[in-house]
């Protein structure tokens, strides 16, 4: 199986537009680059930047912030399987650049970021988007899902 970020070109490409985010402030329900971002919208406009999805007003249904508080269906999830070529990994495989990670906060995953190079790029509400270290403890223990992307 091949996955999309074995080319070492697509990896270029990928670090390239996650550096290009960092700064972009948090801002629910958002995706404009230096404007505002939440971390769903952040991840859906890199995949869209490296050409493997497309924008459409269904994208990314509507979702209040608190949505994970009170739900358990994994919209999060749902919504990468739907809309990425990707493929379930296992949460203690080795970790590969481009893979996408989904943490629960609450009863459902509630936030996505992608690793690359030991780091997990995500937006973060009042941080804004961001790089940091992916084997920090806090973000671990509440690690619920990792999808790679097919080529």
């Known amino acids: 199986m091949k996955y999309f970020f074995e080319n070492k070109e697509n ?3 990928l670090k390239k537009i996650l550096e290009s985010w960092i700064g972009t402030p948090f801002r629910h329900q958002c995706g404009v680059k230096g404007l505002g971002t939440d971390c769903a919208y952040f991840i859906a406009n890199v ?3 490296l050409g493997l999805i ?3 007003k269904d994208l990314i249904p509507d979702y209040p912030k608190d949505w994970h508080i009170h739900n358990t269906r994994e919209l999060l ?3 990468i399987e739907k ?6 990994i296992d949460i203690n495989e080795e970790f590969f ?3 996408i ?3 629960h906060f609450g009863k459902a995953a509630s936030h996505v970021a992608i690793y690359f190079e030991n780091n997990l790029y995500q937006a973060l509400e009042d941080v804004g988007v961001i790089k940091t270290y992916a084997y920090e403890k806090v ?3 509440r690690l619920k899902y990792r999808y790679r992307v097919l080529a």
């Open 54 to 56: 497309q924008w459409r």
């Open 47 to 49: 995949f869209i930047e």
């Open 77 to 79: 999830k749902e919504t």
């Open 83 to 88: 809309t990425l070529n990707v493929i379930q």
């Open 11 to 13: 990896r270029d490409k």
């Open 97 to 99: 650049d481009g893979d």
């Open 101 to 103: 990670f989904l943490f």
């Open 139 to 141: 973000f671990l223990k």
